[in-house]
């Protein structure tokens, strides 16, 4: 098949859908391991003239295989507006987004976020000028042409608006301190919820350690542990578990999440000096509600990368239903099936199994009461939506 005759080709192609022929085993043989939707969009968009035409330049791209073979895959770290910046593993990419990825990400509500692993072609030098910011003028540049399926996404609710923070995090550090400020178990649970529900694994880190005198935080890390989570102690200034938290966050692509002031920047700078984030000086203005957040993913001297957020590291519960709280209570899952009502809300009803763990004393009053709040939490969003 001679390149760059692609148009035509394709066009043919579609007519003849359904017959083995050569065109259509090149078209499968092409998108194999790519995007199952690409066919459906297909589909669909035949019966759209103005859909089909972009369709059309869109199968191009794809089908030239000159130049899939040509594109590189890298991980977007940080996006400036429309560009992209992409790490390779060796060296930083000022990426554009192919017009049809970025209609179809729409499609999907959902731009390339920080964290989406991506495939992008590289443009030779003086192709594409202009079209970068000057901040990232110098770096190579490239045309992002497909985004991976995400296995995850980091995200929180923006003024009834779900903003993607980041995608494909492993791991959510949730970190509080032992006190200043005071520590709250019931947020532990929220952002457990969020993770959860994200698709993310969570550990749980309770920063300066030196201020439990009354040894309440060892209880804390301890129902968790009971529970079968990661929950650990911290302590910047005395050098606590440092090396377990470095161990922990080795390989991953991971975030810190909890309040502010809780030593999320310490902790970072602890185990990576070469970070030198800014400790302890977060003005409420940086954390307003119009504040744009951008993430960037910062690369571990020990591998993995850490996502970081200026100024946003707390997240709130983003879009989860009240009946789907349960199934992140993990103590909870095995016993919801032994409740009389199979709609259960296990907050009123008589003859609940979670009730009666909580008087048996097999479930904790506190993760009970966090439950319930977020029960009706949910519950009342949905009304006033
Ligand atoms: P962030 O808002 O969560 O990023 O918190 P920062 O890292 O800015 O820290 C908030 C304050 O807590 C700073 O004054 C830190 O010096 C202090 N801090 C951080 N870690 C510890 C710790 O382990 N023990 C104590 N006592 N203070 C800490
Ligand atoms: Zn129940």
Redesign the pocket.
């Given at each position: 098949m001679a390149k760059g005759r692609g148009r035509k080709v394709r066009v043919d192609l579609r007519k003849n859908r359904g017959k083995p022929g050569r065109g259509k085993s090149e078209w499968t043989r092409r998108h194999r391991g790519g995007d199952p939707k690409s066919d459906e969009t297909k589909q669909v968009e035949n019966v759209r003239a103005k859909g089909d035409l972009s369709r059309r330049r869109t199968i191009i791209v794809d089908d030239e295989s000159a130049e899939s073979q040509a594109l590189q895959s890298g991980i977007v770290v940080t996006v400036r507006g429309l560009i992209c910046e992409v790490d390779d593993g060796q060296r930083h990419w000022a990426c554009t987004v192919r017009g049809m990825v970025r209609t179809r990400l729409i499609d999907e509500r959902a731009s390339v976020t920080v964290g989406d692993r991506v495939r992008f072609a590289p443009v030779a030098h003086g192709e594409e000028q202009g079209r970068t910011t000057s901040e990232a003028r110098d770096l190579p540049e490239g045309v992002i042409e497909d985004v991976e399926p995400r296995r995850s996404v980091l995200e929180r609710q923006y003024e009834r608006r779900v903003q993607v923070i980041a995608a494909n995090v492993d791991l959510v550090v949730i970190?509080m301190a032992a006190d200043q400020p005071t520590l709250r178990p019931h947020l532990i649970d929220r952002y457990l919820v969020s993770v959860h529900k994200g698709g993310m694994r969570p550990a749980i880190c309770i920063?300066?350690?030196?201020?439990d005198v009354e040894g309440q935080a060892e209880a804390v890390v301890e129902r968790y542990r009971g529970l079968g989570y990661k929950a650990f102690f911290?302590?910047?200034?005395e050098g606590r578990g440092l090396d377990e938290l470095r161990e922990l966050l080795a390989g991953q692509t991971s975030t810190l999440v909890?309040p502010?002031?809780?030593?999320?920047?310490?902790?970072l700078n602890a185990i990576e000096p070469g970070f030198s984030l800014k400790?302890?000086t977060?003005t409420d203005l940086a954390r307003g509600r119009h504040t744009t957040t951008t993430a960037r993913l910062l690369p571990w001297s020990f591998g993995g990368y850490v996502v970081d957020t200026p100024g946003l590291?707390q997240f709130e519960l983003a879009s989860v239903e009240a009946e789907e709280v349960e199934a992140y209570f993990k103590e909870f899952v095995d016993l919801i099936q032994q409740c009389k009502y199979p709609n259960c809300s296990h907050t009123h009803e008589a003859n609940c199994a979670i009730k009666a763990a909580v008087e048996e004393g097999r479930i904790t009053p506190e993760r009970y009461d966090s439950y319930c709040k977020m029960y009706e939490e949910c519950a009342a969003r949905r009304h006033y939506e």
């Open positions: 970190t920063n300066k350690a030196d201020l911290t302590c910047v200034p909890g502010s002031g809780v030593g999320k920047s310490s902790l400790v302890g977060l590291r």
